[in-house]
């Protein structure tokens, strides 16, 4: 079942109360997201570094979730996103570009210079990504032979 468009959407750092939702989504979704799940620990450590966002129905339900890491070395200027997940009922109404932007507008804040992710060749949010202004840099072949690209975002 689809969400009322007019259900408002709120982004925020995720807490650690929010950390049993977002293991449960990634479950859910965890042939798209892949090893996810067996890194509990470190989407743990992510949570207390304030590097997850989390999207949240007008019921508080949470519907989303975006895990990144600021580049802490100096001559990093970047900010790399690792998983982007939203449930199947609210894709297509916002909840993912409101999670990306959220990431951007923190980046900023910190004096990066780009966004960069990969995604799987064969995966939808391949538009998604172009759709919200990522530009894609390449294409290769992972050590398992998955094909990945490589998308940024200039800050």
Request: hydrophobic share 40%.
């Given at each position: 079942?689809?969400?009322?468009?007019?259900?408002?959407?709120?982004?925020?750092?995720?807490?650690?109360?929010d950390?049993?939702?977002?293991l449960?989504?990634?479950?859910?979704?965890?042939?798209?997201?892949?090893?996810?799940?067996?890194?509990?620990?470190?989407?743990?450590?992510?949570?207390?570094?304030g590097?997850?966002?989390?999207?949240?129905?007008?019921?508080?339900?949470?519907?989303?979730?975006?895990?990144?890491?600021?580049?802490?070395?100096?001559?990093h200027?970047?900010?790399?996103?690792?998983?982007?997940?939203?449930?199947?009922?609210?894709?297509?109404?916002?909840?993912?570009?409101?999670?990306?932007?959220?990431?951007?507008?923190?980046?900023r804040?910190?004096?990066?210079?780009?966004?960069?992710?990969?995604?799987?060749?064969?995966?939808?949010?391949?538009?998604?990504?172009?759709?919200?202004?990522?530009?894609?840099?390449?294409?290769?072949?992972?050590?398992e032979?998955?094909?990945?690209?490589?998308?940024?975002?200039?800050?």
């Open positions: 079942m689809k969400r009322s468009e007019t259900t408002p959407l709120t982004v925020l750092e995720a807490s650690e109360k950390a049993p939702a977002i449960a989504l990634a479950d859910v979704h965890r042939d798209e997201l892949g090893a996810i799940i067996q890194h509990r620990q470190w989407l743990l450590q992510q949570v207390e570094r590097e997850i966002f989390v999207a949240k129905s007008g019921e508080g339900q949470l519907i989303g979730f975006v895990v990144f890491s600021h580049q802490s070395l100096a001559e200027e970047n900010t790399t996103v690792y998983y982007l997940c939203t449930s199947e009922d609210y894709r297509g109404q916002g909840a993912g570009k409101l999670l990306m932007e959220a990431v951007a507008s923190d980046a804040i910190r004096g990066k210079k780009t966004i960069d992710l990969k995604c799987p060749a064969h995966a939808p949010a391949n538009y998604f990504y172009k759709s919200i202004g990522y530009k894609l840099l390449q294409s290769e072949t992972d050590r032979g998955n094909r990945l690209n490589f998308w940024t975002l200039r800050l």
